[in-house]
């Protein structure tokens, strides 16, 4: 990748800030080979990456690709060669389950990220920016309630696109929420000790490179203690509790708000198919799935307006009263059906970070968001 901002040369920039985590580059040269195409999508390798830029996106100058590039760039320490067991030897054959995608996968979009911070390629707001959207992002997937990150790990050898009846209320997107549990977790171990998430990226790839199912857990216990390891992984990782947003980013001066329900709504996410107005899928305890709605039903009126679009269907719920039901007409299966919905509010969950007046100064957001120097 051209240029000094990205490449690393000298002591400042991507390379270099991801070199410093670990006491060097465990080689002596790695390339990024990016092709321009209709979509992002990045593939590790040993000692490069392959990387497909969207091409509309790059004419609007989107970052994207840095943080891309940032990402498959930790790969070459966090999956090339810091490993799950489970993955040695490689079998290409057949499945190979393991707990740790999130570890692999989040801790690396984590640290892909903040090493934009680290580099001066990104400043603190727009790294909060980013993960205000991964929250909220994970705030609306239903499946948070039921399923673990672990099992959504687990799980990962399930996912069958042909098959995803009701993906967004069965599943946890493990990228997305392992980033975002790796972020609070380093907050709570810096909040806790001296340390920090990077001394436990360290530490195994110091010693444990080939990972055990409890590897992660482990190394963090070494660092900042049993306990603290003990609670958090049994909390966020293997469990479903909520996650402590408020509690530890307040630690760093951030304060956080959540917002819902500030309208009525259909609660579905729909898309129009030959003209048809369809349901791709229903929000958990939203109007649609309330009603009986399911993905892949046609939508074609409610309380009697004839709904072509989602603009037509959002003018149809500023008139309606919440709780009063009225008449929904779908199609299923070539089969027209009249079901009763009674209007809710949108499910829908907004996020706000912010660091601003009023907020005092946080040593702890400083050093978890500093710039290398």
Same mark, same amino acid.
Request: proline share 4%.
């Given at each position: 990748?051209?240029?000094?901002?990205?490449?690393?040369?000298?002591?400042?920039?991507?390379?270099?800030?991801?070199?410093?985590?670990?006491?060097?580059?465990?080689?002596?040269?790695?390339?990024?080979?990016?092709?321009?195409?209709?979509?992002?999508?990045?593939?590790?390798?040993?000692?490069?990456?392959?990387?497909?830029?969207?091409?509309?996106?790059?004419?609007?100058?989107?970052?994207?690709?840095?943080?891309?590039?940032?990402?498959?760039?930790?790969?070459?320490?966090?999956?090339?060669?810091?490993?799950?067991?489970?993955?040695?030897?490689?079998?290409?054959?057949?499945?190979?389950?393991?707990?740790?995608?999130?570890?692999?996968?989040?801790?690396?979009?984590?640290?892909?990220?903040?090493?934009?911070?680290?580099?001066?390629?990104?400043?603190?707001?727009?790294?909060?920016?980013?993960?205000?959207?991964?929250?909220?992002?994970?705030?609306?997937?239903?499946?948070?309630?039921?399923?673990?990150?672990?099992?959504?790990?687990?799980?990962?050898?399930?996912?069958?696109?042909?098959?995803?009846?009701?993906?967004?209320?069965?599943?946890?997107?493990?990228?997305?929420?392992?980033?975002?549990?790796?972020?609070?977790?380093?907050?709570? !171990?810096?909040? @806790?000790?001296?340390? *920090?998430? =990077? %001394? $436990?990226? /360290?530490?195994?790839?110091?010693? +444990?490179?080939?990972?055990?199912?409890?590897?992660?857990?482990?190394?963090?216990?070494?660092?900042?203690?049993?306990?603290?390891?003990?609670?958090?992984?049994?909390?966020?990782?293997?469990?479903?509790?909520?996650?402590?947003?408020?509690?530890?980013?307040?630690?760093?001066?951030?304060?956080?708000?959540?917002?819902?329900?500030?309208?009525?709504?259909?609660?579905?996410?729909?898309?129009?198919?030959?003209?048809?107005?369809?349901?791709?899928?229903?929000?958990?305890?939203?109007?649609?799935?309330?009603?009986?709605?399911?993905?892949?039903?046609?939508?074609?009126? !409610?309380?009697? @307006?004839?709904?072509? *679009?989602? =603009? %037509? $269907?959002? /003018?149809?719920?500023?008139?309606? +009263?919440?709780?009063?039901?009225?008449?929904?007409?779908?199609?299923?299966?070539?089969?027209?059906?009249?079901?009763?919905?009674?209007?809710?509010?949108?499910?829908?969950?907004?996020?706000?970070?912010?660091?601003?007046?009023?907020?005092?100064?946080?040593?702890?957001?400083?050093?978890?968001?500093?710039?290398?120097?």
């Amino acid at each position: 990748m051209a240029g000094g901002r990205a490449d690393g040369g000298g002591d400042h920039g991507l390379v270099p800030a991801h070199a410093a985590l670990f006491g060097g580059l465990p080689l002596d040269e790695y390339k990024f080979l990016v092709h321009v195409g209709e979509r992002w999508h990045g593939v590790a390798h040993e000692a490069s990456s392959s990387l497909i830029a969207k091409r509309s996106a790059l004419q609007d100058e989107d970052d994207h690709l840095l943080s891309l590039c940032s990402h498959e760039l930790f790969h070459l320490w966090n999956v090339k060669r810091i490993v799950p067991a489970a993955f040695v030897p490689y079998d290409y054959l057949h499945e190979t389950p393991t707990r740790l995608l999130w570890a692999i996968e989040g801790i690396t979009s984590y640290y892909g990220d903040l090493a934009l911070v680290r580099a001066g390629l990104w400043d603190e707001t727009r790294w909060l920016e980013h993960l205000r959207e991964e929250i909220e992002t994970l705030e609306n997937a239903p499946g948070r309630h039921h399923l673990s990150l672990a099992q959504a790990s687990f799980d990962g050898w399930l996912q069958e696109p042909a098959q995803m009846h009701d993906e967004p209320n069965a599943r946890v997107p493990f990228h997305n929420k392992g980033e975002i549990v790796a972020a609070l977790l380093d907050l709570t !171990i810096r909040s @806790a000790t001296e340390k *920090s998430l =990077d %001394d $436990v990226m /360290r530490s195994i790839w110091r010693e +444990s490179r080939e990972l055990q199912e409890d590897a992660i857990e482990r190394a963090v216990a070494n660092v900042a203690g049993a306990e603290l390891a003990r609670d958090f992984f049994a909390r966020y990782v293997d469990g479903t509790e909520p996650l402590p947003y408020e509690e530890l980013l307040e630690r760093a001066a951030v304060a956080f708000d959540s917002a819902s329900g500030e309208r009525l709504a259909l609660g579905a996410k729909l898309k129009t198919i030959d003209g048809l107005l369809m349901i791709e899928n229903v929000t958990g305890d939203g109007s649609a799935m309330e009603a009986g709605l399911l993905p892949g039903d046609e939508l074609i009126a !409610i309380d009697g @307006a004839r709904t072509t *679009s989602d =603009d %037509d $269907v959002e /003018r149809v719920f500023e008139s309606l +009263s919440e709780g009063e039901a009225v008449p929904a007409v779908i199609a299923r299966a070539g089969v027209v059906q009249i079901r009763a919905m009674l209007p809710r509010r949108d499910p829908h969950v907004s996020i706000t970070l912010r660091v601003g007046a009023g907020l005092r100064p946080s040593h702890m957001r400083e050093a978890w968001l500093r710039r290398d120097e």
